[in-house]
């Protein structure tokens, strides 16, 4: 089985590595990269995807103004991964719908078991 996802992050090098490392896994398709959180809700309602891939620190709209917006909707599940590495902010962003959050830097090898297990 193959789920599809979008990577929302500002950083575009991340962005790619996010994609080799998921796509590796062959369980995830990449649908599409969003550098900013308007253009991650355009994504998702033009692919519909079964995962996003979501830091917070996102410009336009961040990432919690992204949950806030489809806190209504099943889909997609979310996984955030965040350079902010506070339990308030964690705390909201699970509030909000996220089904874990991630921190870059330490929990790199927790991306593809995450995204496995919000599904």
Request: a negative charge; aromatic letters at 4%.
């Amino acid at each position: 089985m193959s789920w599809t996802l979008v990577i929302a992050d500002d950083e575009q090098p991340l962005r790619r590595l996010l994609r080799i490392l998921v796509e590796r896994d062959g369980r995830f398709t990449v649908v599409g990269e969003a550098a900013d959180g308007a253009q991650a809700l355009e994504l998702i309602d033009e692919h519909d995807p079964d995962l996003l891939l979501l830091d917070l620190g996102l410009p336009e709209l961040d990432g919690l103004q992204v949950l806030e917006r489809l806190a209504s909707a099943d889909r997609p599940r979310t996984v955030v991964l965040t350079g902010f590495d506070d339990a308030p902010t964690h705390r909201r962003a699970m509030q909000l719908g996220a089904s874990r959050c991630l921190v870059k830097g330490r929990d790199f090898a927790e991306v593809v078991p995450s995204l496995r297990d919000a599904i």
